[in-house]
């Protein structure tokens, strides 16, 4: 490939003493190259940058980000190795002082109906012995007898907090008397063992 400068084209500005080239017209060859490497090379740098950039995009836009999350910040259970429905939604929370929602009542029936469906009083559930390693068990902590199915109780937090804070609300001093007088849950113990499970 041959390569024509027109003249003047690389000659100094006016008013230097001398020109940047001695011939007004001068030709340039160019060469072909002869390393198609450095086009494979980029080929091969280009596809992976692609191929590395739909996956992750892939990752981002289908998959399961509640999951993600929850096995982020989980502690390792059996329980995020079955298939369940697991999702996040936005509740919005009626914070108004001076009007009381259902769970902020004075004890009554209705009220404790409330406070069950949010699963105040879901029982333990059991770990199975091949998968207590996983979940964090101890091989000597309690265990359930082996005659009732074997395996390791263990509680959800998140419903044991709820739990607690039921038995706070239990426990006002403007819901203590009818609570004491249904004598159920903790309320069945004499108030020395109440005390101490209200204290917890």
Request: hydrophobic share 40%; proline share 4%; aromatic share 10%.
């Amino acid at each position: 490939m041959v390569m024509t400068l027109a003249p003047g084209a690389l000659e100094s500005e006016p008013g230097d003493e001398e020109a940047f080239l001695i011939d007004s017209e001068k030709e340039i060859v160019l060469k072909p190259r002869d390393e198609p490497w450095r086009v494979i090379l980029g080929f091969i740098l280009t596809a992976s940058l692609a191929l590395i950039a739909g996956v992750l995009l892939e990752h981002y836009l289908f998959s399961n980000k509640d999951w993600t999350c929850t096995s982020h910040v989980s502690q390792n259970t059996p329980l995020l190795n079955q298939q369940i429905d697991l999702s996040y939604h936005t509740i919005r929370y009626d914070g108004t002082f001076m009007k009381e929602n259902i769970y902020r009542q004075v004890g009554r029936p209705e009220v404790d109906e409330a406070w069950e469906a949010l699963g105040v009083n879901y029982r333990s559930v059991v770990i199975p012995e091949a998968q207590a390693e996983q979940a964090g068990f101890r091989h000597d902590q309690v265990k359930i007898n082996p005659k009732h199915g074997g395996g390791f109780p263990a509680n959800v937090e998140g419903l044991h907090h709820l739990h607690c804070l039921n038995l706070l609300r239990q426990g006002l001093w403007f819901n203590f008397d009818y609570y004491h007088q249904l004598g159920k849950g903790a309320f069945k113990n004499d108030d020395g063992i109440l005390r101490l499970h209200v204290s917890k």
